[in-house]
């Protein structure tokens, strides 16, 4: 009898809820024992309620709802050999060695590691009369997936991150809503949106709202943007444009390195134009809400394949990552993926903004 146990770490997306049904389910389906563990990471190392043995039944009716229904949170404990010793022992004295993990690139590097750590841990926990030699030897291999939950689409080796849609059309029906108001005041809106260092939910929101300019990580604006953007938005104007909408992501910067800030170019426009022009952050919204038709779909694909890549693992096989490559569901290995996503960043934090377009397609 196998068991798995599935955990949501990091920040919250919309479809981590849906994965986690999926996983719940296809496990079942295949026979297996299945845990929730509650509150990520901490509630690995804590132990007792924080395992709900799945049924059918306990997954149903949570697909619609945004965030996680299990929780996620920050764990310090785990980032300790002390901690995921704890962690370890709730695992074997359930006999879990399947362990789906659905977060971001950091909840898939502490995953790694602790599948790297897994027969040293077992060692120890002999050791210290823990366990039994019998008892390690049952659980001597620990699987894991991953599957990246994450509003950013940040992450190296899936086209889509659970959790990306959602956030856009919260995005979309901000903007939205402000554009009209916008428009009978004649006004220019400056909006900030979410994404840490990737540009994707503002270049994406900035297409499909008709906004005027965008600022993305990726991308600095040439010196002299300043300029260009006054002259824009004026030639806008005079064409009969009532209204104005500049997107700046969260991580925009300029070419020297600079934030880019929605003050900022609020300060601009007012000074030069003189428009009446007003900021919004969006802010927690766009984390928050039902998750899309897509999200949905996406949750419950991945999570089926999870399930399928535990069955299929041998003590051999790396710990993968399942995601989307075009319309296809795919394996990818979990390290190259995080130390790719990781490099983008270092590129990118080297204003190397080229290498990081590059390293973060498709391989
Ligand atoms: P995300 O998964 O969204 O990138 P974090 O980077 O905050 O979010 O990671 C979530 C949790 O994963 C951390 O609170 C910690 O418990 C665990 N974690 C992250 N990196 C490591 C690591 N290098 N070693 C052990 N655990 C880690």
């Known amino acids: 009898h196998r068991s798995i146990a599935v955990f949501t770490s990091g920040g919250d997306s919309c479809g981590m809820n849906s994965a986690v049904r999926a996983v719940a389910r296809m496990g079942i389906y295949v026979g297996c024992k299945v845990y929730l563990i509650k509150e990520g990471y901490q509630g690995m190392v804590d132990g007792g309620e924080n395992f709900i043995e799945a049924e059918w039944k306990t997954v149903s009716g949570i697909m619609q709802k945004g965030g996680t229904v299990i929780g996620s949170a920050r764990c310090k404990d785990f980032r300790t050999r002390e901690g995921r010793l704890k962690a370890a022992l709730n695992l074997i004295e359930r006999k879990i060695t399947n362990l789906v993990v659905i977060g971001g690139d950091g909840s898939l590097t502490g995953a790694n590691l602790f599948r790297q750590e897994w027969t040293s841990l077992l060692d120890e926990l002999i050791s210290v ?129 600079n934030k880019i800030t929605c003050d900022m170019v609020k300060d601009l426009i007012i000074t030069e134009l003189k428009y009446d022009t007003r900021v919004t952050i969006l802010g927690h919204v766009q984390r928050g809400g039902s998750p899309s038709a897509f999200d949905r779909v996406l949750g419950c694909r991945m999570g089926a394949e999870a399930v399928l890549a535990l069955m299929d693992a041998t003590p051999d096989t790396p710990a993968c990552v399942v995601s989307l490559d075009g319309n296809q569901t795919v394996r990818v290995p979990l390290l190259e993926c995080v130390e790719r996503t990781k490099r983008v960043q270092a590129t990118m934090d080297k204003q190397d903004f080229t290498d990081a377009v590059k390293l973060r397609g498709r391989s």
């Open 129 to 257: 009369g823990k366990i039994t030699k019998e008892t390690a030897e049952l659980c001597s291999h620990l699987n894991i997936v991953g599957m990246v939950g994450s509003i950013d689409n940040d992450f190296c080796g899936t086209d889509m991150t659970i959790g990306a849609d959602s956030a856009l059309h919260r995005i979309i029906e901000a903007i939205d809503n402000i554009a009209t108001t916008a428009s009978s005041h004649q006004r220019c809106f400056v909006m900030e949106v979410m994404g840490r260092h990737c540009g994707y939910l503002a270049l994406v929101a900035a297409l499909a709202s008709e906004a005027d300019w965008v600022f993305i990580p990726e991308w600095p604006p040439e010196t002299g943007w300043r300029d260009v953007l006054c002259n824009k938005l004026q030639k806008e104007r005079s064409m009969g444009q009532r209204l104005n909408i500049i997107i700046v992501a969260e991580g925009a910067v300029d070419m020297e390195g």
